[in-house]
T-cell receptor, first 118, second 116 residues
Framework: AAGVIQSPRHLIKEKRETATLKCYPI?????VYWYQQGPGQDPQFLIS???????DKGSIPDRFSAQQFSDYHSELNMSSLELGDSALYFC?????????????????FGPGTRLTVL | GQQLNQSPQSMFIQEGEDVSMNCTSS?????WLWYKQDPGEGPVLLIA???AGELTSNGRLTAQFGITRKDSFLNISASIPSDVGIYFC????????????????WGLGTSLAVNP
């Protein structure tokens, strides 16, 4: 079965540089979530999009922005990178239709992008 | 922000033993989800629970949605080495279900080590 695709899988940047992470949700999934996970931590919610509109915002720094495009893929843009931005970044998607409404809450994660800021 | 209370924080068991972990919340939840994460990989959804009292199995895994809707547990029977990883609970509080807001609240994870 098709899964969430993230690119790149690994990224190394210098301080103050910019980075763009891409996420391609599972087909027929309309909602995309972005998470940041540091070592030994649970995933920290950054931002989500539903039908190309921002639906919720978490602990996303002002230096970061994201959008969802007409084909439902999403990009996380990170500027003025700091050492503390080094982490795993995950994208997850949720289905558009489900047998029961609660299934909308099931989030399927991609393999992640490991960002290292030097 | 809001966090689920997940315990135990870590477990070290012998192959073949059963494992139990749980999550509790101070508020009522509509959905409970259990994920497993291997190092450097994305969390994989194991079981989703939608109704109070619901008991759902996925192979050797069994999870239950607590009657009070404020807790859930995950059991793993006859553990094997590939069960090693971090198990996360996540859920959606009742008051979060408004329109398109489907943000999940997460536990801090249970790290499981299995000795062959």
């Amino acid at each position: 079965a098709a899964g969430v695709i993230q690119s790149p899988r690994h990224l190394i940047k210098e301080k103050r540089e910019t980075a763009t992470l891409k996420c391609y949700p599972i087909p027929r999934h309309d909602t995309v979530y972005w998470y940041q996970q540091g070592p030994g931590q649970d995933p920290q919610f950054l931002i989500s999009f539903y039908e190309k509109m921002q639906s919720d915002k978490g602990s996303i720094p002002d230096r970061f922005s994201a959008q969802q495009f007409s084909d439902y893929h999403s990009e996380l843009n990170m500027s003025s990178l700091e050492l503390g931005d080094s982490a795993l970044y995950f994208c997850a998607s949720s289905p558009r239709t489900a047998r029961i409404i609660s299934s909308y809450n099931e989030q399927f994660f991609g393999p992640g992008t490991r960002l290292t800021v030097l | 922000g809001q966090q689920l209370n997940q315990s135990p924080q870590s477990m070290f068991i012998q192959e073949g033993e059963d494992v139990s972990m749980n999550c509790t919340s101070s508020s009522i939840f509509n959905t409970w989800l259990w994920y497993k994460q291997d190092p450097g990989e994305g969390p994989v959804l194991l079981i989703a629970l939608y109704k109070a009292g619901e008991l759902t199995s996925n192979g050797r895994l069994t999870a239950q949605f607590g009657i009070t809707r404020k807790d859930s547990f995950l059991n793993i029977s006859a553990s094997i080495p590939s069960d090693v990883g971090i198990y996360f609970c996540a859920g959606q509080p009742r008051h979060f279900y408004a329109g398109n807001n489907r943000k999940l609240i997460w536990g801090l994870g249970t790290s499981l080590a299995v000795n062959p």
